[in-house]
């Protein structure tokens, strides 16, 4: 069992974050409802890594072409398939705003396999459950959810659950706490 009870970095504050990713940490806390949103606070300790890789994720999320309902039903699988409780409980919040219900949520933990999903969304989760589970999709996962999308947004979906796993890892790995929301 992974212990996480510490964080393996701590949360930076001003003097380890300088002051632009300290700003960008308060702005960001602030948004996501807390005072201290400790995934900013500890990769905000990498200067302008952190700010790059806040634009590559913001190009996906929610600036990519999905819909924002469809960004969400994927990055709370990942959440889910990774038990990362740091991505579900942000991401519970954040999908109510796109039209996540309790009710999706709960398929959306059961998987693909669960019923009342429309054939476009079974696709989508079970193309995230096959790229998280084996790195991989089977030309027959493929070939069905190509019939949804159209090649850029095929590309990111690929893009969307990559992030969201390895940040599921990051999250993991580093022992970030949850926040307090």
């Known amino acids: 069992m992974v212990s996480t009870s510490q964080p393996r970095v701590s949360p930076g504050r001003l003097r ?44 996906l999320m929610p600036g990519g072409k999905l819909t924002r309902h469809e960004s969400e039903l994927v990055i709370l699988r990942v959440a889910q398939l990774r038990a990362c409780d ?20 709960d398929r ?4 693909p396999s669960a019923d009342g999903w429309s054939d476009k969304h079974r696709a989508l989760l079970t193309v995230v459950d096959q790229l998280v589970t084996t790195r991989d999709i089977d030309d027959a996962a ?14 990111e979906i690929v893009l969307l659950t990559n992030q969201y796993e390895g940040l599921a890892s990051t999250i993991t790995a580093l022992r970030i706490q949850r926040d307090q929301m």
């Open 86 to 105: 740091y991505e579900m409980d942000h991401h519970i919040k954040l999908g109510k705003r796109a039209g996540v219900t309790p009710e999706i949520l």
């Open 142 to 155: 493929w070939e069905q959810l190509s019939t949804y999308y159209d090649d850029r947004r095929l590309i």
């Open 108 to 111: 959306v933990r059961t998987g």
């Open 16 to 59: 380890q974050l300088g002051p632009i990713n300290w700003v960008v940490w308060q702005v960001l806390s602030r948004a996501a409802g807390t005072a201290d949103a400790h995934l900013f606070s500890t990769l905000g300790r990498t200067g302008g890594l952190f700010r790059g890789w806040l634009h590559y994720s913001g190009k």
